[in-house]
């Protein structure tokens, strides 16, 4: 930069502190709303179903039909040897002292089961409340009053919301904790200096809170779906994106200082070289992500915007924040290994006899081409063979929590002694002249116990009911000689509920719905069916939907971005392939290891899709950082002496990256839930194979042996070399 050009002295010194100021700030708001997320986020699943969903449907009325929007929890007792008459009377005193808590709506009488070994209550808990304080209340109450000799539990779908809840409980501390942990040991061990690892870990979490500071408020007003899952995922994404992206400036900056440049003129240096590969990685990553937009479920349309704005701000941080940082410390930020004139400079060809790691690398690449992208792709087809075997068909409620869950624990002895999906009914609304025939239809239908249809009439909201003569016969769940109820009627229509022989969360149940579902579809009847199963099964075929349609546009979208990056067809063709084949290596091997080292019952359908988005969008990163240094190398040196150069050049940056992206998503592993352990497994390895085997020795020997016609059609791959 000539002197002309260079700002004044103060300018110099003003402009960085602005900035970092600005960042300050924005920090300082931004950083209390770690607590808060709780406060506008949910973890109903019933809510982020497509308004479409049969069981959304249900869903809207069941107030109508129950006189509140309620959510059951089924307080389960056992005694060994069976429940003595003090034990069943104290009990039922126990259900009377839970009708009082706040947030209990209706509390059944304590039903004991058949075999005089258990009993349980079901207790109708405010949906609109805080559910998991409200079951944490009961389960103090219930932990207290126990009678003596007897075991208790709360489960059901609340229980399994509180539980669920409560394994989320780790994201605002321990998850960020382990997460920048991990960053800052691996920059300390990479750069061997103390202040350059505060400095980059400064911009990931300035970043962080500045976005959590948006979203929350986007939350607040409703404009997007905050949940546990979604939030834990935004924590980890920033804090990878914003390192790798702070890691791409650092390295120009310190090949600009180790070039003897002054601190404002690296800076400048370095944002020049680093603004079009960092703008074109997050812009890759948020065009993935909005093709999130396309999903049924609220909560992958959710993931879109919110982890966008997280991309978004990570690029500003790196580009604003941390240049202003290193502006104002310049080359003692490298201390004690501070970069001389020299040290940062490309060998001239690579691929002749040079010290280095990298260099060792490109020689091999350039000597091995052919050889070494053919072995990389046949090992990764190989572990891609896996991939038949992952099970993402959805998974019982009952194991989401891998932790202790006494929701689980209750529901294991609750189908030992009752109907295993008592407490948590289908529910079918159908028109009144039709619920003869729907009553019957489902009292046949295999996988259901009983059926009964809501009353207002009746004692406990509901009455059994039969079919007789092509009519409904009502009787009271209640002594003998009450009198015969009349069913509630909304808008025409009735309530059935229907009590199912399997556990409510079950795929075997699930299976029940989806039978019942076609059974009706083959008559007249215009009935719907919801509950909690339903919400399961509609959840899991949105997913599998989702991941249907959102994958293939994901890829048309980001060759898109990489065409018009690299000025070429086949070279983004060729990248799109090679993170592909990688992604299904990863999900290979994960598969594996899911079924037999963890042992793992199944997967949400969700977790390929999710996995898919990062792998693709930010292992794609890489091979822009990559390409897009090789291209500039190409341009003044030739295409495969510019493959080698930008291979020596980029090593090691990259591989800092990917070791830093690999164990911020393998921090999620700490939230012991496991979609979330799931999808960090995948993306950790499918990360390290990006790093080590494609963007190492796939791409560039591929690269490499086709030469410049990699460019093609642009005019690069017409140049001689």
Not at 234 to 253: E, K, Q, S
Not at 366 to 395: E, F, H, Y
Not at 514 to 520: E, Q
Not at 579 to 607: H, Y
Request: glycine content about 10%; charged content about 15%.
């Amino acid at each position: 930069m000539s002197p002309a050009s260079t700002p004044s002295r103060w300018l110099r010194i003003a402009l960085p502190l602005v900035l970092v100021v600005i960042w300050l700030a924005g920090g300082s708001l931004g950083g209390p709303y770690f607590g808060k997320v709780d406060e506008v986020s949910t973890n109903d699943q019933s809510s982020f179903l497509p308004q479409s969903a049969e069981s959304t449907q249900v869903q809207e009325r069941l107030g109508d039909f129950l006189g509140g929007d309620a959510i059951p929890a089924l307080v389960v007792f056992d005694a060994d040897g069976g429940l003595d008459r003090a034990q069943l009377e104290r009990i039922q005193a126990v259900a009377v002292e839970l009708s009082d808590l706040d947030g209990v709506q209706e509390v059944s009488p304590a039903i004991p089961s058949d075999d005089g070994e258990a009993a349980q209550i079901v207790v109708s808990i405010d949906a609109s409340g805080e559910v998991t304080d409200i079951v944490g209340e009961v389960r103090d109450l219930v932990a207290a009053d126990v009678p003596q000799g007897v075991e208790s539990w709360v489960t059901g779908p609340a229980g399994f919301t509180a539980d669920l809840a409560t394994g989320f409980t780790g994201i605002d501390g321990l998850l960020l904790l382990v997460a920048l942990g991990a960053v800052f040991v691996i920059l300390v061990v990479v750069y061997r200096s103390p202040l350059l690892p505060i400095l980059v870990l400064l911009t990931s979490v300035f970043a962080l809170c500045v976005a959590l500071l948006s979203v929350w408020w986007l939350a607040k007003a409703e404009i997007v779906v905050l949940n546990g899952q979604v939030q834990g995922i935004l924590f980890i994404l920033v804090i990878g994106a914003a390192t790798d992206y702070a890691l791409l400036y650092v390295a120009r900056f310190r090949e600009a200082i180790g070039a003897g440049r002054r601190r404002w003129d690296a800076a400048t240096v370095a944002w020049k070289g680093s603004v079009e590969p960092i703008l074109a990685s997050g812009g890759t990553v948020i065009a993935g992500l909005l093709c999130l937009l396309l999903s049924d479920l609220a909560s992958n349309r959710a993931l879109g915007p919110i982890a966008s704005i997280g991309i978004a701000f990570a690029m500003l941080s790196a580009l604003t924040f941390l240049p202003a940082l290193l502006a104002l410390v310049g080359r003692a930020a490298f201390w004690p290994f501070i970069p001389k004139s020299g040290m940062t400079e490309l060998p001239a060809d690579p691929a002749q006899p040079t010290r280095g790691l990298w260099a060792t690398l490109a020689r091999f690449v350039a000597r091995r081409a052919r050889i070494v992208w053919i072995l990389s792709t046949v090992v990764l087809l190989a572990a891609s063979v896996g991939v038949t075997q992952l099970k993402a068909d959805g998974v019982p409620a009952s194991e989401l929590v891998l932790g202790a869950s006494q929701a689980r624990d209750g529901q294991t002895v609750l189908a030992e002694h009752f109907p295993a999906g008592s407490g948590s009914p289908l529910y079918v609304i159908v028109p009144e002249a039709e619920a003869p025939d729907t009553a019957q239809l489902v009292a046949d239908q295999a996988g259901v116990e009983s059926v009964a249809i809501v009353s207002a009439d009746a004692p406990a909201g509901q009455a059994d009911v039969s079919v007789e003569d092509g009519a409904l016969v009502l009787t009271a769940q209640g002594p003998p000689g009450t009198p015969a109820p009349a069913p509630t009627v909304d808008g025409g229509d009735v309530m059935l509920v229907a009590t199912l022989s399997d556990a409510a969360d079950s795929l075997a149940a699930e299976d029940t719905v989806r039978d019942l579902r076609a059974a009706i579809s083959g008559t007249t009847l215009d009935a719907v069916v919801g509950g909690t199963t339903a919400v399961d099964l509609d959840t899991n075929d949105t997913s599998i939907r989702d991941r249907t349609v959102i994958i293939p546009v994901i890829l048309g979208v980001v060759l898109i971005i990489l065409m018009l990056l690299l000025r070429s067809i086949l070279a983004p063709v060729l990248l799109i392939l090679s993170v592909i084949v990688s992604f299904a290596a990863a999900l290979g091997v994960s598969a594996l290891v899911f079924n037999e080292v963890f042992g793992f019952p199944g997967g949400d359908p969700a977790v390929p899709l999710y996995g898919f988005v990062f792998l693709v969008a930010l292992g794609i990163d890489y091979n822009i950082f990559l390409m897009s240094r090789v291209r500039e190398e190409s341009i003044h040196h030739g295409t495969r002496r510019g493959i080698l150069r930008g291979l020596v050049a980029t090593g090691g940056v990259i591989t800092s990256a990917g070791l830093v992206l690999a164990a911020t998503f393998a921090a999620l592993g700490v939230i012991q839930i496991l979609f979330l352990v799931q999808l960090a497994f995948i993306v950790a390895f499918g990360v390290l194979l990006d790093t080590f085997i494609v963007r190492s020795l796939l791409v560039p020997a591929l690269a490499y042996d086709i030469g410049k016609k990699i460019w093609w059609p642009s005019k690069l791959s017409r140049v001689a070399e």
